[in-house]
């Protein structure tokens, strides 16, 4: 009883979705675990093993979420629980892909793939592949990847899961585009477009009309990139998505500044820049701090663009 009841309370703590009480659920689960493991109830320890793995990962505190879900792992193979097993590896490769160990990642994304096919688990299946295909793109092993989001697309559309099909489409499109082949990127993310629409989701939207604006503009048709940017920016505006906004901002300023208009892209990077910093994301304040310096490079500015390039260089190193 009493690991059942710190798991309940765990369950409530989690759903409240703020960090403080993501971290007292995770030491609820762990409670629970110790409880079941003191009553060798094997089963119940592993699933709150895994769930306190689970949600010290939600909260980036990596080596938590490495060892909780080892622990839950050694049980899940003792009890041949295969379907248990593979989401644990799933998760544990997202936590060495968070690391930078994206080999390691590949490895346990893989083993997670065996077991998921072996019980015939086809959304586990293209949940798994989602993320080996992410962890690709990060070694820039795009040919790889786009294999995995096709096969996550095939997947999808055997279960009848439309959004899943439309993030996979809009994820195809992406990694055409960053293979340079510009004219399928556009093709896979207009029908990406047509599933947002019947399903009436403006977040989908809004993450697809981004990269339509970048294939655009890589294509050399800025006004079609401005009208994506400018659709997409107001759809993340009001679902109150300020990181999202902050990167279609700096998008759209990429394209004032290849049509000369220097100046106002250099406004637009410098308030994407303060929400960027605001919400800790480094890698989006690089690539803007690269891009501004390039506005003040095409403005004459060189000390500014000095100044932007040299930061840029230090976030990403």
Known sequence: FAGQQAFYQGEELFADNKPESRRQAASKYVKAAEHWRAADYKAAEALALYNAGDTFNRLRDFPKSMDLPNQALAIQRELNDRGAAAATLNNLGTVYSAMNDKPKAVELFNQSLTLRREINDAAGEAATLNNLAT???????????????????????????????????NNIGSTYLSLGEKRKAVNQLQQAMKLWHALNDRSGEALTLNNLGAAYSDLGDQQKALNAFNQSARLRRAANDTRGEAITAVNLARSYDILGVSQEAISIYNQSLATLRAVKDRRWEGITLNYLGLAHWASGEYQQALDAFEQALTIRR
Request: hydrophobic share 30%; aromatic share 2%.
């Open 135 to 169: 962890t690709y793109s990060d070694l820039g092993e795009r040919r790889k990847a786009l294999e995995a989001h096709q096969q996550v697309l095939a997947l999808r559309r055997s279960t009848n899961n439309r959004r899943g099909e439309a993030l996979t489409l």
